[in-house]
């Protein structure tokens, strides 16, 4: 056995089914003669997209897996790496390295050296009976602790060479830890005391599946719930207690009530400062339940830190309230709650239900919601307006129904992350919403979906530019039209092998959206390019 099919071996030994791919890595033949369906892309960063979203659709139990060719291959991936390193999500990377006798040489680029610093663990193998070793310290690493790319970088001349001795891997364990006791105890001790508490939830609670956990808190403390970005869909947003997500753009619950809070606990998130997320006020007294004890206390003073897995935990935080019989003392929040939503989306009731020319976009995000109210939906957004326009007004109401992302926030990476979603679920109606710049990022890969019969629905907002850097560069759109970008995109979608539609009006937006789901039913990718205005404004109380 050599090198390639021993790694393919052991990519099928740990339940791999999908290799995202740009040849040519000789990884890619040997596996496909084991039953791994290679996705051949249009260029890198989409195949380590899609490979996010097997990751993250499993809370990590399937790795998403990425293999590219040595040199340009490698140095395009290099920035989708990055993506998947900043939202912590554990997919594998294959990079073919050059010769072992040049690799070293300046400028051969080394993925083993260069990526080390945006994942979790980066090696070149260097001698072939090594394999089942390093091959195991990726995957300890994918299926432990936080997410996070693991690099296996495999030089041009190692593919053929023959191990010595059969190969014998043993996929890996998963092991999972909980907070000490005494600090159980002295989180509790907050809560108890609390007299407005509210929970900040981030993505962890979906990587350790604690969402009934979630919910029991929740209830048992009477505290509204809000999510980060990434952690949207991990509370049913249509429960009494949801306030929604915070991102850039946010609803007016989230600030209302994480505002008015005495304690915030902070349940699989890592508190990080970022534009991309909701600023934690500065009054509140924390309690930080993570998984990474280098968040703690990172951007955020915790009072009591808890270490450990979510699900583990909220479970003993829940026993340790029942120990105590606990009984909330302040009054349930869900009515004043339901007020306040009401009232914000009273405000934003004019652009919802616009009927102006050209479309506002958000009356294709109001007539999209109201489409798929009956659909078992997997939705993204991408970066820039669409997202900021999307997220407060989407309502998930089951777990992973949602990839947010957005510690990094790369154009384009909506499109093949959905791609991504609807292999891991093809019997879910996947939706993508973006702008005309995501658009000439990542849009070639709409032909990937159409050669694999990847049947996404694609909603493009095209403004005809860009409209969030308007105010940020006022002379060079003056003198040069600096952010006029365009196109049209609904021919190029129809060229690539997509079913697509350009919408002008405000009474042919249902319809289109009816068609589109019925296209992608049969396996066709949709694009639905909606001509809207310049839209600046986003929910930001």
């Given amino acids: 056995m050599n090198v390639a099919q021993a790694l393919a071996a052991i990519l099928k030994k740990e339940g791999v089914e999908f290799l995202f791919c740009y040849p040519n890595n000789k990884v890619i033949d040997e596996a496909a003669l084991l039953g791994i369906r290679p996705i051949v892309v249009r260029q890198e960063r989409s195949g380590l997209h899609m490979a996010d979203a097997i990751s993250k659709l499993s809370s990590g139990a399937r790795i998403g897996v990425f293999a590219s060719q ?55 193998l260097l001698v072939p009976d090594e394999i089942p070793n390093v091959m195991r310290r990726a995957f300890s690493a994918l299926r432990n602790g936080r997410g996070g790319p693991a690099v296996v970088e495999v030089p041009k001349d190692l593919w053929a060479a023959e ?240 990839l947010g992302w957005g510690k990094t926030t790369q154009l384009g990476y909506g499109l093949p992350l959905i791609m991504g979603a609807k292999l891991a679920h093809p019997e879910k109606l996947c939706i993508n919403v973006w702008g005309d710049a995501a658009i000439g990022f990542t849009g070639t890969d709409l032909e990937t979906a159409a050669r694999e019969k990847i049947g996404v629905l694609s909603i493009l907002l095209n403004n005809q530019g860009m409209a969030t850097e308007l105010l940020a560069l006022p002379s060079a759109n003056r003198l040069y039209n600096a952010t006029d970008i365009s196109g049209h995109y609904a021919q190029m979608a129809t060229a690539l092998g997509c079913y697509a539609e350009r919408i002008t009006e405000v009474g042919d937006i249902a319809g289109a959206i009816a068609r589109g789901i019925e296209k992608t039913r049969e396996g066709i990718p949709v694009l639905l390019e909606f001509m809207t205005e310049k839209e600046t404004s986003y929910s930001q109380p």
């Fill in 70 to 124: 040595h040199g340009p291959g490698a140095e395009n991936a290099y920035g989708s790496v990055a993506q998947s390193y900043g939202d912590s999500v554990p997919v594998l990377v294959l990079p073919q390295g050059y010769p072992r006798h040049t690799a070293p040489v300046k400028p051969n680029f080394s993925a083993a050296v260069s990526m080390r610093d945006v994942s979790k663990i980066a090696e070149a």
């Fill in 163 to 402: 191990l010595s001795t059969p190969e014998t891997y043993t996929p890996v364990s998963v092991g999972r830890y909980g907070p000490d006791p005494a600090d159980v105890e002295r989180a509790v001790d907050l809560l108890v005391a609390a007299r407005a508490p509210a929970i900040h939830a981030g993505q962890g609670v979906h990587y350790a599946k604690a969402w009934p956990e979630l919910l029991e808190l929740a209830e048992l403390l009477r505290a509204p719930v809000a999510t980060t970005l990434a952690g949207k869909s991990a509370f049913p947003e249509d429960h009494p207690l949801a306030l929604g997500s915070g991102g850039l753009a946010y609803p007016q619950t989230v600030k209302t009530f994480l505002g008015e809070a005495d304690v915030i606990l902070g349940v699989g998130c890592s508190f990080t400062e970022t534009s991309f997320a909701f600023p934690i006020p500065a009054g509140p007294r924390i309690v930080h339940l993570t998984l990474d004890p280098d968040h703690l206390n990172k951007d955020v003073r915790a009072e009591v830190g808890l270490i450990g897995d979510a699900k583990l935990a909220l479970r003993a935080i829940i026993d340790a309230l029942r120990a105590r019989h606990y009984q909330p003392a302040h009054a349930d929040p869900s009515e004043r709650i339901a007020q306040v939503r009401e009232a914000w989306l009273a405000q934003w009731a004019p652009k919802l239900d616009s009927d102006a020319s050209p479309i506002s976009p958000y009356r294709v995000v109001r007539e999209l919601i109201e489409a798929t109210k009956n659909e078992r939906v997997i939705m993204t957004h991408d970066a820039g307006r669409p997202r900021d326009q999307l997220t407060p007004f989407w309502i998930s109401r089951e777990p992973l129904s949602f």
